[in-house]
């Protein structure tokens, strides 16, 4: 994102301190991020927040760009008022995640922030209505392979991301139609996971994007693929996702 300027000190703690902190805790947090040896914090992204733009907002935290060795980083802010006392444990989901290809890299992380990959690119809404005026669909399901190997990835490891019926804003698309998933804050690996069964829900019926999808795609809705998502959730082995993955595949081949 070039031409982003860094924030004032006070810029900076509207948004260290979001939504209210006091001065004791403002202070303790300005302590605790020195040891990201961050450069400085950038104003940039699509959100506004505090009349600043960031890159995201959620329940549990924003996210800002941020500039550390002369690179832009992403950093996750912890909300002073969020569920969640402490960003560790979605620090280590990312990790897991890490480990298998999976969410932007991670490379800090302490109670209150997540330092990782900033990913640049368009939600995967935003990408979708943008791609299909311009891309045939191989390109268009391509991208939705991807985000299903990826969702497989998870599955085999034993973590469940959450939140895969939604992922309008939780996944980047960037220039060369790599998707990301982002936001791990309710990730776990003490329940059993669902990514690929979720995932191919909200791709396919009941959501924002599978009204988008189901012109390209309309054989892949609930009698088509139920049965195949069946076979995948009692038996989630590679071999019933390639199945499933095929028979997504053909329906559009065969149109």
């Given at each position: 994102m070039a031409g982003s300027q860094?924030?004032?000190e006070d810029q900076?703690?509207?948004?260290?301190?979001?939504?209210?902190?006091?001065?004791?805790e403002q202070q303790a947090r300005r302590?605790?991020?020195?040891?990201?040896?961050?450069?400085?914090?950038?104003?940039?992204?699509?959100?506004?927040?505090?009349?600043?733009?960031?890159?995201?907002l959620g329940y549990v935290g924003l996210v800002v760009l941020v500039i550390?060795?002369?690179?832009?980083?992403?950093?996750?802010?912890?909300?002073?008022?969020?569920?969640r006392e402490s960003l560790l444990p979605e620090a280590k989901a990312i990790r897991q995640a890490n480990k298998v290809g999976v969410a932007p890299k991670i490379y800090q992380a302490s109670d209150n922030f997540i330092l990782m990959d900033?990913?640049?690119?368009?939600?995967?809404?935003?990408?979708?209505?943008?791609?299909?005026?311009?891309?045939?669909?191989?390109?268009?399901?391509?991208?939705?392979?991807?985000?299903?190997?990826?969702?497989?990835?998870?599955?085999?490891?034993?973590?469940?991301?959450?939140?895969m019926k939604c992922i309008t804003k939780d996944v980047i698309v960037t220039a060369t139609h790599q998707?990301?998933?982002?936001?791990?804050?309710?990730?776990?690996?003490?329940?059993?996971?669902q990514n690929v069964t979720a995932l191919?829900?909200?791709l396919f019926w009941g959501s924002v994007i599978a009204k988008y999808l189901k012109p390209l795609l309309p054989h892949c809705n609930q009698e088509q693929l139920l049965s195949h998502l069946r076979h995948y959730k009692g038996h989630p082995n590679r071999t019933n996702f390639d199945t499933l993955k095929q028979a997504i595949t053909l329906s559009s081949l065969n149109l």
């Open positions: 860094f924030l004032t900076e703690n509207q948004l260290l301190g979001y939504p209210r902190i006091s001065p004791v302590q605790e991020l020195t040891a990201f040896g961050l450069e400085g914090i950038c104003q940039a992204g699509e959100q506004s927040l505090c009349d600043l733009q960031i890159l995201g550390r060795e002369g690179k832009q980083f992403a950093l996750k802010i912890r909300r002073t008022n969020a569920k900033f990913i640049e690119g368009k939600s995967f809404l935003e990408w979708l209505q943008w791609a299909i005026a311009k891309y045939p669909t191989s390109i268009i399901l391509d991208v939705i392979n991807n985000l299903l190997e990826q969702a497989y990835k998870l599955d085999q490891i034993g973590l469940d991301r959450d939140d998707p990301v998933l982002l936001d791990f804050s309710n990730a776990s690996g003490d329940r059993r996971p191919v829900q909200g």
